[in-house]
C-alpha cells in the first residue's frame, strides 16, 4: 500500500519560495506518474504540476509555469516542488499523489499547510 506524507510548508512573506517534498513508500516508485496537488478552502483540489516516472517530462497549470519546479528522486522515493514567487492566491493545502489515468491513485496523505501573507 502506497503512503504519502509531504513536508515542508509553511508561512512566507508574498515573493518568497518554499519547498514541498513528499515521502512515498511503497514499492515501484519509479514506475509511477506523480503529482502535486493543492486545495484552496471551499474549493476542489486540483492537479498543479505532473512529473513521469522518469522524470524526463513535466507539466504544470498556467497559473504556477514559470514559478514552480517539480522534480523526483528515484533513490529516495520522494517528489519535491520549488515553489518561487509565491502570492496570496498560492496559499492552500498541498498533496501529493500518484497520477494514475488521469486521477489520484491513493488516499491522500496529511498535505502541507502553505499560507502566503504579510
Known amino acids: 500500500q502506497v503512503q504519502l506524507v509531504e513536508s515542508g510548508g509553511g508561512l512566507v512573506r508574498p515573493g518568497g519560495s518554499l519547498t514541498l517534498s513528499c515521502a512515498v513508500s511503497?514499492?515501484?516508485?519509479?514506475?509511477?506518474?506523480m503529482a502535486w496537488y493543492r486545495q484552496v478552502p471551499g474549493k476542489e483540489r486540483e492537479w498543479i504540476s505532473i512529473?513521469?516516472?522518469?522524470?524526463?517530462?513535466?507539466d504544470y497549470k498556467e497559473f504556477v509555469k514559470g514559478r514552480f519546479t517539480i522534480s523526483r528522486d528515484n533513490t529516495k522515493n520522494t517528489v519535491t516542488l520549488q515553489m518561487n514567487n509565491l502570492g496570496p492566491d498560492d496559499t492552500a493545502v498541498y498533496y501529493c499523489?500518484?497520477?494514475?489515468?488521469?486521477?489520484?491513485?491513493?488516499?491522500w496523505g496529511p498535505g502541507t499547510q502553505v499560507t502566503v501573507s504579510l
Open positions: 499523489n500518484e497520477r494514475r489515468r488521469a486521477v489520484p491513485a491513493h488516499p
Open positions: 512529473i513521469s516516472s522518469s522524470g524526463d517530462t513535466t
Open positions: 511503497g514499492a515501484a516508485f519509479n514506475y509511477r506518474t
